[in-house]
C-alpha cells in the first residue's frame, strides 16, 4: 500500500513540475508574443507593409507659359518611363536581358543604368528607358512577372510649341547634374527635369510646383493591385509674358538668312514683345537629350546659334551712339540747335587724322543735320568739347553700362569707358584722341540690342527710366516709373534728328521709310568696323566690304521708333557682318515696326 501510495506521490509531483514547466513556457511564449505584437508590432507591420506597399513620387506638372494673347509657348505632352528599383529585383543583370527583350537599350545606355544603380541606394528609381510610347509601356506592364522592380512612371514631357522662334528667352529643361542645387526631393527622381536656361532656369521654382506620392499595394511580382492612397501635390505657376508671338517670329523671319539680334520694347512700360536672337536653335532636341551630332553641330556653327546675342552680344555701338552724345551735348551747354561744324570729309588732332564716312564731306552741319546725315566730324568736334566723362554720364543715363537685370542669366554689361576705367584697366590716361572715336559709338564703347533699345526708349518716351521686362508690370509698378533729369525741348530736338534721319531728303535710312496712314519712324543707322581700313584702302576705295569674307564685314545697326508723334514701339537690330546699317539693318527694323502697327499691340 505504502509503495502504491509512493508511486502515486512521485507521479504526482511529476506531473505538478510539468504542469509548472508548462505553465511558465505558456507565460514566456505569451511574454514573447506580446513583446513581438506590442513592443515590436509597429516595426513589424512596417516590415509587412513594405512588402507589400510601393511609394512613389509624383511629378506635378510644370506650369506652361503664354505669350501676350494667351498663346502657348511652352507647355507639356505626355511621357511614359520604365523605372528599376534595384531593392526589388533578385538580380539585376537578369532584369535587363528580360527587358532588352521588349524594349532595346544600347551598351552605353545599360552601363550607365549600371552605373545609375551603384552610385544610389538601393530604394531609389532608376531609369531605364524614357519616352516610351504607349504599346511599349504597355509590354513592359505585359510582362512585369519576369521584370521584378520595374514599373512604368506616367509623366510628362516639355514641349515648345514654336521651337526656335522662343529657344532664346525660354531656355530650355534638361535633367538633373550632379552640380544642380537639390533643395527638392523631386530632383532625386529619374528624368526629372529642371530649368536650365532663360526664362525656364529663372523661374523654376514657381514652374516646377510640389511634388505629390501614391502608395500601391503590390504582389510578390511587383504588379499593381490596387492604390492605397494619392497625395497630387501641387501643380507648377503658369507664366504670362509680354512677349506677343505673332510679333516675334515675324522679326525672326524677317532676318532670313542674316545673323543677329532683334529687340521691340513698349517705350512707355518697358515690356519686351519681340525678343530675336538669330540663327537659333529647337530647344525641344534638349528634353529628350541632344545628340552628340545635333550638339557638335551647334557648337561648330560660326554663327553661335546658342549665343544669345541680344542679351550676350557686345557690339561697337557706332553712329546709334550719336543720340547719347547729341543729348550729352545739348544738355551740358556745349552746342544748342543752331550750332554748327564744318565738315570737310576729314579732321586733325595732333599728328593724327580722323575721317568722316563721306570722303567730300557735308558742308555746314548742326545738330539734326548731323543726325540726319550721320555726319562723323561733327560729333568729333562735339565729342572734344564735351570730354569723355560728360558723355559716359549721358550713356549711363540711358540704361548703357551696366546689365539691364532683365530675367535671364548670361546678360553682358557691354561698356562706357571713362577716364578711371582706362587708368584702372591699362595703367594709362585718357588721350583726346579716345573721346573723338568714342563721340561715334566706337573705340571702347561698347552695348548689347537690349541697351541699344533701352536707350532709344528712354530718349522718345520723354525721358522716362523704363526697364525691359518679360512679365507685364501692374499699373503701381508702372507709376513708379522715374523722370530722367533731362529736357523736354532737348529730346524734341534729337527725336526731330531721328525723324530726318528716315524722313528727310538724303536721309541715311530713306529708304526704309513707310507712312502707314500718316504713321511713319525716327531712328538712327550705325555701321561698325570689325577690322581697321588701312590708309590704301580708304584711298582707292577699291576693297568693297561685301566682297570680304562674311566675318570681316562691318556690323549693320539700325534704332527706330514709332509712330513718329506719339511713339509706343522702338527697336534695335544688330546684323552681325551686315556691312550696312542703311542698306541691311534699317530695312529689317523697318518692317518690324510696321508689323507691330498693323498689329496694334496693347
Not at 254 to 274: M, P, R, Y
Not at 402 to 419: C, F, S, Y
Not at 498 to 506: I, L, P
Request: aromatic content about 8%; glycine content about 10%.
Amino acid at each position: 500500500m505504502n509503495r502504491d501510495n509512493d508511486k502515486g506521490k512521485t507521479l504526482l509531483r511529476r506531473t505538478a513540475l510539468v504542469a509548472v514547466g508548462a505553465f511558465f513556457l505558456l507565460l514566456m511564449l505569451i511574454a514573447r508574443l506580446y513583446y513581438l505584437q506590442v513592443y515590436q508590432g509597429d516595426k513589424y507591420r512596417m516590415l509587412a507593409d513594405e512588402n507589400r506597399i510601393s511609394t512613389r513620387v509624383l511629378i506635378p506638372p510644370r506650369g506652361s507659359v503664354y505669350d501676350r494673347n494667351g498663346v502657348a509657348l511652352a507647355t507639356n505632352e505626355q511621357n511614359f518611363q520604365a523605372l528599376v528599383i534595384a531593392e526589388q529585383t533578385p538580380d539585376l543583370d537578369t532584369t535587363l536581358e528580360h527587358f532588352k527583350k521588349i524594349i532595346p537599350l544600347t551598351g552605353e545606355e545599360e552601363e550607365k543604368i549600371k552605373k545609375e544603380v551603384r552610385n544610389n541606394k538601393k530604394f531609389v528609381p532608376v531609369k531605364l528607358k524614357d519616352n516610351l510610347t504607349w504599346n511599349e509601356a504597355s509590354a513592359v506592364l505585359l510582362n512585369a512577372p519576369y521584370l521584378p522592380g520595374v514599373f512604368i512612371n506616367e509623366g510628362l514631357n516639355r514641349s515648345y510649341p514654336l521651337g526656335i522662334y522662343t529657344a532664346h528667352f525660354l531656355g530650355y529643361v534638361g535633367a538633373v547634374a550632379e552640380n544642380d542645387v537639390k533643395d527638392d526631393p523631386l530632383m532625386m527622381v529619374p528624368g526629372f527635369k529642371i530649368g536650365k536656361s532663360g526664362l525656364e532656369k529663372t523661374f523654376e521654382k514657381e514652374l516646377r510646383g510640389q511634388g505629390g506620392n501614391v502608395k500601391l499595394e503590390v504582389n510578390a511580382y511587383g504588379r499593381i493591385m490596387k492604390e492605397i492612397e494619392r497625395d497630387k501635390g501641387s501643380a507648377g505657376k503658369d507664366l504670362y509674358l509680354t512677349i506677343d508671338s505673332r510679333l516675334q517670329k515675324f522679326a525672326q523671319d524677317a532676318f532670313g538668312d542674316n545673323s543677329g539680334a532683334a529687340i521691340v520694347l513698349d517705350v512707355h512700360s518697358g515690356e519686351i514683345l519681340a525678343f530675336v536672337s538669330v540663327p537659333s536653335f529647337d530647344p525641344n532636341l534638349f528634353t529628350t537629350g541632344i545628340s552628340h551630332k545635333d550638339w557638335n553641330a551647334l557648337l561648330n556653327n560660326e554663327r553661335h546659334p546658342l549665343t544669345n546675342k541680344a542679351i550676350s552680344g557686345q557690339y561697337s555701338p557706332g553712329s546709334t551712339f550719336k543720340i547719347v552724345v547729341a543729348l550729352a551735348a545739348l544738355e551740358s551747354g556745349v552746342i544748342d540747335e543752331n550750332t554748327t561744324f564744318f565738315c570737310s570729309g576729314s579732321m586733325s588732332l595732333g599728328n593724327h587724322v580722323f575721317h568722316c564716312w563721306r570722303h567730300w564731306g557735308h558742308g555746314k552741319q548742326n545738330v539734326v543735320e548731323a543726325l540726319k546725315n550721320s555726319c562723323d566730324i561733327f560729333f568729333y568736334e562735339v565729342a572734344l568739347q564735351l570730354g569723355i566723362e560728360k558723355i559716359a554720364d549721358m550713356a549711363r543715363l540711358l540704361g548703357m553700362g551696366k546689365p539691364t537685370g532683365i530675367a535671364l542669366d548670361n546678360e553682358r554689361g557691354g561698356l562706357i569707358p571713362d577716364q578711371a576705367w582706362k587708368l584702372k584697366k591699362y595703367g594709362e590716361k585718357w588721350q583726346q584722341g579716345e573721346s573723338v572715336i568714342a563721340g561715334i559709338g566706337q573705340g571702347y564703347v561698347l552695348a548689347t540690342p537690349l541697351q541699344l533699345a533701352v536707350m532709344v526708349s528712354r530718349v522718345v518716351n520723354g525721358g522716362y527710366s523704363i526697364v525691359p521686362t518679360f512679365i507685364k508690370p501692374n499699373l503701381k509698378e508702372k507709376g513708379k516709373i522715374k523722370k530722367l533729369p533731362v529736357s523736354r525741348k532737348n529730346i524734341e530736338i534729337v527725336k526731330q534728328g531721328m525723324f530726318e534721319v528716315v524722313n528727310g531728303e538724303h536721309g541715311t535710312a530713306i529708304a526704309a521709310r513707310f507712312n502707314m496712314d500718316g504713321i511713319k519712324m525716327g531712328g538712327k543707322t550705325g555701321t561698325t568696323q570689325v577690322r581697321r581700313i588701312s590708309m590704301e584702302e580708304r584711298r582707292s576705295g577699291v576693297v568693297k566690304d561685301e566682297d570680304l569674307p562674311w566675318r570681316l564685314r562691318n556690323h549693320a545697326l539700325f534704332v527706330g521708333y514709332a509712330p513718329q508723334d506719339n511713339p509706343h514701339y522702338a527697336v534695335a537690330v544688330v546684323v552681325e557682318h551686315g556691312s550696312s546699317g542703311s542698306g541691311v539693318a534699317a530695312p529689317i527694323a523697318s518692317k518690324i515696326l510696321q508689323e507691330a502697327i498693323r498689329l496694334d499691340i496693347k
